[in-house]
């Protein structure tokens, strides 16, 4: 339950400290006094977005802080020891916002992040605005009101779990199927790519081998020129070097005779001889070799301008393209035997898809059965709301889709007939604004009457409502307030009544200053009060008599 509540420098609320009870409690207070200021305020404290604008002119921060009750055995007690955060029993939010528009949030004053504080403070409190009639036209709204009526939560989880499943499994075979259409295009061209290489029945090492050849071929005649001259240098001409060398062996043998120290020198002789004529065997065997076919030069030169076409048209150094033909191979290879397996990919999502349409068909089940509940309920409340004909048919039915929504393929609408003999039609096309205030009033009763948030706030949603449905939703909102702490913004004196405490909200200015107050009403108070709100501003003693009568005991 909320404790304590203080504002300082929010809006036009310069220092405001109000404790709360246990029960129902009033608000009430002049139209524009601000009687909703204090909602905003701890709506901050709840994680709502901070606006700069909200500091009060010429402060430099606004701060708000907040008290709960949260035993350790509470869903809140349970969350702030999960996260360390446990503090006697209390829950204590505080949110600071600074002039440039900083925002500063604490949890039993250690600084949190703004989802932690909307987390625990879903579990503290929850707050039912005039907003809630617009929504209950939205379609989408009205399967949520079912939903948190419903009590399957456990299967809506679920359902959303796999739906999630299914999403994944359709993203990961969308994939698959993208990149098997894709190999299939890399797969051609690479086959097209390689089917052209293989045409020139390339060897590894063939284009070195061509190109050398080439160039022996170009230089041919000079390369038999200087075969013949060295062939007659070594031997085949006068002063050749193989018989020079004789001669040179031949007398230092002689001079070994007379000295053998010379021995060595005559084996060096030898061998320089036998080098001699092994050279020269090469380099005749090598001019030998010179001589060859017609055409060959051409030949040569013709398969040199294959791989320099080739490699151009494949972006590789012609010494290259056996090499790219060999990684077109492997890569041609790899596509193939790595191809994804979109069958098993099919069977899995169709696996995955069955489970969530059995999950589907309970949910169907339970919200069908919910639904009838809810529509017995509302219509209850309806006849209590000075709508004795009035009659709510919530209907479910399944949708067709192709997706996968997480709260299952079910759609809701609300039914309406107000009159004897009226067909049922949609909300918006059958219902007054104040037949929509007082349906919509039906609904967040019941909803909050099943919560287990141990406080609730009620923001003027009696909009549009008087007379004798007035004192219904007062008695209404009493009820509740029995099992459950209920905080009311109300304008009406019926609602107010019905209060186990009441506050009352001022507005005084100075002409330069404007400032905004509430405070805890005594019982003769809360009579003159009511006598105001029942008199419309001038209290008179049957007002005064009226509103002891209204203020509930």
């Keep these: 339950m909320l404790k304590e509540l ?3 420098n929010f809006a036009i609320v310069k220092d405001l400290h109000i404790e709360f009870g246990s029960g129902f409690t009033s608000i009430t207070g002049e139209t524009g006094a601000g009687k909703s200021v204090s909602i905003d305020a701890l709506g901050l404290c709840l994680g709502a977005r901070a606006e700069a604008s909200e500091v009060r002119p010429g402060e430099e921060r606004a701060e708000i802080t907040a008290v709960f009750t949260a035993p350790a055995d ?3 007690g349970k969350w702030l020891e999960e996260h360390a955060l446990e503090n006697g029993g209390e829950c204590i939010l505080r949110r600071q916002v600074s002039r440039e528009g900083r925002s500063k949030s604490l949890i039993n004053g250690s600084p949190s992040t703004l989802g932690e504080m909307r987390e625990v403070s879903h579990l503290l409190i929850s707050i039912h605005g005039q907003h809630a009639q617009q929504q209950l036209l939205d379609r989408d709204y009205q399967l949520t009101i079912l939903d948190n009526y419903g009590g399957y939560g456990d299967l809506l989880r679920e359902t959303a779990e796999q739906a999630a499943v299914c999403r994944k499994k359709k993203k990961t075979l969308d994939e698959a199927e993208e990149k098997r259409r894709e190999n299939a295009s890399k797969l051609e061209l690479i086959r097209y790519q390689a089917q052209e290489l293989k045409g020139m029945h390339m060897e590894k090492g063939e284009y070195e081998k061509v190109d050398n050849e080439q160039t022996r071929l170009s230089r041919l005649d000079e390369l038999m020129a200087d075969t013949g001259a060295c062939l007659g240098l070594l031997r085949d001409s006068d002063g050749a070097v193989a018989s020079g060398l004789s001669q040179v062996k031949k007398t230092v043998q002689e001079m070994a005779a007379v000295d053998a120290s010379l021995s060595e020198v005559v084996k060096m002789l030898e061998e320089a001889e036998i080098r001699v ?5 090469e380099i005749r065997s090598f001019g030998d070799s010179l001589e060859t076919s017609p055409g060959a030069l051409e030949k040569c ?3 040199l301008s294959e791989y320099h076409t080739m490699a151009k048209r494949h972006h590789v150094a012609p010494q290259d393209l056996y090499a790219h033909y060999e990684d077109l191979i492997k890569k041609y290879n790899e596509l193939r035997g790595g191809s994804l397996s979109v069958d098993e990919y099919v069977k899995e999502l169709k696996e995955a898809e069955d489970r969530y349409r059995d999950l589907c068909a309970r949910l169907h089940e339970a919200r069908t059965e919910a639904a009838e509940r809810l529509s017995a309920e509302i219509t209850g409340h309806m006849k209590e709301l000075s709508m004795p004909d009035g009659h709510l048919r919530v209907a479910v039915t399944e949708a067709e889709t192709s997706s996968y929504p997480s709260r299952g393929t079910d759609e809701a609408s609300f039914l309406v007939t107000t009159n004897p003999g009226q067909p049922e039609g949609e ?8 037949e929509l205030s007082r349906i919509a009033l039906a609904i967040q ?8 948030v141990p406080a609730l706030i009620f923001d003027e949603v009696d909009v549009g409502i008087s007379g004798p449905t007035a004192a219904v939703v007062g008695r209404l909102m009493r009820k509740l307030g029995e099992s459950t702490q209920v905080i009311a913004v109300t304008h009406l004196p019926q609602v107010a009544g019905q209060g186990h405490h009441q506050f009352f909200v001022t507005k005084t200015t100075d002409g330069a200053t404007t400032e905004t107050s509430m405070r805890s009403l005594t019982p003769e108070e809360r009579v003159r009060e009511i006598a105001r709100l029942l008199s419309d501003g001038e209290i008179t003693e049957n007002a005064l008599a009226q509103a002891r009568n209204l203020i509930a005991v």
């Excluded at 004529?277 to 065997?281: A, Q, R, V």
């Excluded at 909300?427 to 104040?434: D, K, R, Y």
């Excluded at 009763?445 to 287990?452: D, E, F, K």
């Design 427 to 434: 909300l918006a096309g059958v219902v007054s604004g104040g």
């Design 301 to 303: 030169e013709k398969r």
């Design 277 to 281: 004529e092994e050279s020269y065997d």
């Design 445 to 452: 009763v019941i909803n909050a009457a099943r919560t287990a």
């Design 6 to 8: 203080q504002i300082r």
């Design 74 to 76: 509470s869903a809140a």
